[in-house]
């Protein structure tokens, strides 16, 4: 006879022989609008308040309110947060996909639904957990003034129904709550009852309980929950930016708004109560790159953040930034294209884009940030780098690292001064009288030394242009000046390959194979690694690339090894044909992995390439492409 709660029960069920505890990923069926997305992200912190490693994915749609909405958490003891393709544990509360969702899901697996939608029609192997929640909602939406609340406060419900059948501390949800609904005491209290009484019916109606389970662990003491975006926000707020500029872009305006958010609280001049920043939305992306290619020129650190479509756009000026060596820093928040393309999906299809971006002959230093940690971290290096170099650098995080939660260590506070690059005072162009050029290289580094706009020495003032130029930015259309001018810039991005961030690699001795990810390829393939040398028995070294051009360090790697599966979201192979590009005597070596369905990359993906790359079956379940077709 099934128990009622007459409060919350903190106390662990006994947990079943054949239970996964700690090990699962779950998703939430919704309609884009609905509400879901607090409810959710109540879910995802109490399982992190309960010390187990977590993550969390948005699937929405791109245009309007009332499409389908999807949310996954994935919660794994041993700390993996890559998307899992096989699901787990599924909540439905969406009429118009209720019958697709059931009827791919995978047997045995668990189902949490509105009751309704009558799932067990469709299936008569999966785990059912039927619910009446537009009933339920009424009992706790009882004053007028809230039945206009009764579709998001139904949300709340089903995040009791999943605490209850999965073991979910009610107290760390409370508590996730009041955190998510900070100052809005009578949204916390409704919630609250909502929470409960969801948690109350499934005591009383269920006698079985879902086979995935969470218990108390110490994996998350001391980290936070964040996006990519706020965490580049804030790099670029401790890196010393005081201009940015830019044009509302899915999936990179939470970025420019999240600095808005921390300049208004830590960039107003006290005596003055103005902003100590200038931030610009501008009407469109040509004028936002042209505003910081402006800033750049004057000596302040400006950057801009936008997608694929955007980059499109600033070609011309960027191509300006190269040429005239002026300082930019450019966030390329990766999506699906070209065209509009899919512009809430995730993907790593700007590669080639950014790193040979412009007419002519351009080549440009990019960043692959893989965490939040990273994207903070790298938004002050791109700082220094545009300076230090003189020269656009591009941050190419993506959807699901931009706007996804993830679980990160505490960012530490830099400890360095921001590295300002070859720039001449009035002493220094003294110094250097009648040496001194604007575009001339005195230290066989391929780097000038500049002048900032107002430095106070007769000589200190040069002709910025575009067009051919001397050494002394003098106008000049003769080859061999161009010539001179184009071979040193290469010569600069060789000496990049020194100051960019190197790569992380881990080898595990005697291995002739390895597989090299950047950015968000890294969750799937380490997954994928550490699976396929426990159940394949392939010994695979690795190697996470963090920038382009290629530092000495990587390459040295990639000749080490007699093939590299090289794992990328795109169809193109894009950082395959880079590294045929730069090592043409290796391209025989590389073996492409890739994902490109706009999801973000899982780690059977990569099992499935590398096995299929090395003429292997993977089982049971169908194999990649040689090459790595799409899945």
């Known amino acids: 006879m099934p128990t009622t709660l007459a409060q919350p029960d903190a106390r662990p069920a006994p947990v079943a022989s054949g239970t996964r505890v700690n090990d699962f990923s779950l998703q939430v069926a919704t309609a884009n609008g609905s509400g879901s997305q607090t409810a959710n992200n109540v879910l995802m912190r109490a399982i992190f308040q309960m010390g187990v490693p977590v993550s969390g994915k948005n699937l929405f749609p791109s245009n309007i309110q009332g499409l389908p909405t999807w949310f996954t958490i994935r919660a794994n003891r041993d700390g993996y947060v890559a998307r899992k393709r096989e699901l787990d544990v599924l909540i439905l509360m969406n009429p118009e996909t209720a019958e697709e969702d059931a009827r791919a899901a995978a047997p045995g697996t668990s189902v949490i639904y509105e009751k309704k939608l009558a799932v067990e029609r469709f299936r008569d192997d999966l785990l059912l957990f039927p619910v009446p929640f537009s009933e339920l909602v009424v009992k706790v939406t009882t004053k007028p003034e809230q039945a206009k609340l009764r579709k998001l406060i139904a949300n709340m419900i089903y995040v009791g129904v999943a605490s209850d059948l999965m073991g979910i501390d009610p107290a760390e949800v409370e508590k996730a709550i009041a955190k998510q609904l900070k100052g809005k005491p009578k949204a916390v209290e409704l919630n609250v009852a ?127 930034a190269y040429y005239t060596e002026v300082p930019a820093v450019v966030f390329d928040i990766q999506r699906v294209g070209p065209s509009t393309g899919l512009p809430t999906r995730t993907m790593q299809g700007d590669v080639v884009l950014c790193h040979y971006n412009s007419h002519g002959d351009a080549k ?49 506070y830099p400890d360095r001064p921001f590295r300002r690059g070859k720039v001449l005072d009035a002493e220094g162009v003294e110094r250097l009288k009648g040496v001194w050029g604007r575009y001339k290289d005195l230290d066989g580094d391929g780097i000038p030394w500049r002048t900032l706009p107002g430095t ?112 990328e979201q795109n169809r193109d192979a894009q950082l395959l044909t880079i590294l045929r590009d730069e090592c043409p005597d290796l391209a025989t070596r590389f073996v492409s992995v890739r994902q490109y369905d706009g999801l973000p990359l899982d780690a059977t993906t990569v099992v499935e390439g590398v096995l299929a790359g090395l003429g292997r079956e993977a089982g049971t379940a169908p194999a990649a492409a040689a090459d790595g077709g799409a899945r």
């Open 194 to 320: 909502a929470m409960r009484l969801g948690r109350e019916y499934s005591g009383e109606t269920f006698a079985e309980k879902i086979p995935c389970r969470v218990e108390r662990m110490d994996a998350t003491a001391g980290k936070v929950i964040i996006d990519g975006n706020a965490a580049a926000a804030l790099g670029c707020l401790f890196g010393g930016a005081t201009v940015c500029t830019w044009y509302p872009i899915t999936p990179s305006s939470s970025l420019c708004e999240s600095f808005i958010d921390f300049c208004a609280d830590h960039r107003v001049d006290p005596a003055t109560g103005k902003a100590s920043v200038a931030i610009v939305q501008a009407e469109d992306e040509i004028a936002a790159i042209g505003m910081v290619i402006g800033a750049g020129w004057a000596g302040a650190r400006a950057f801009t953040a936008t997608s694929g479509p955007g980059i499109s756009l600033m070609s011309e000026f960027i191509g300006l």
């Open 456 to 567: 106070p020495h007769p000589l200190a003032a040069y002709f910025t242009r575009g067009s051919g130029h001397t050494e002394m930015a003098g106008y000049s259309e003769k080859p061999h000046d161009y010539v001179k001018n184009v071979d040193r810039l290469a010569r600069k991005l060789e000496t990049a390959r020194r100051m960019v961030p190197g790569p992380v690699i881990d080898d595990r001795p005697g291995s002739p194979l390895g597989v090299l990810a950047f950015g968000t390829s890294h969750q799937g393939a380490v997954e994928a690694r550490d699976r396929l040398a426990a159940v394949h028995g392939v010994s695979l070294d690795y190697m996470r690339l963090r920038a382009l051009p290629l530092a000495p360090e990587a390459r040295a790697w990639l000749e080490r090894h007699e093939r590299v599966f090289v794992v």
């Open 364 to 412: 440009h230093p990019v960043l692959f940030p893989s965490s939040p940690e990273e994207c903070f971290q790298m938004a002050g290096e791109a700082l220094d780098l545009a300076e230090e170099l003189q020269a656009p650098v591009f941050v190419l995080s993506d959807l699901d690292l931009g706007m996804n939660n993830w679980m990160a260590d505490p960012f530490t």
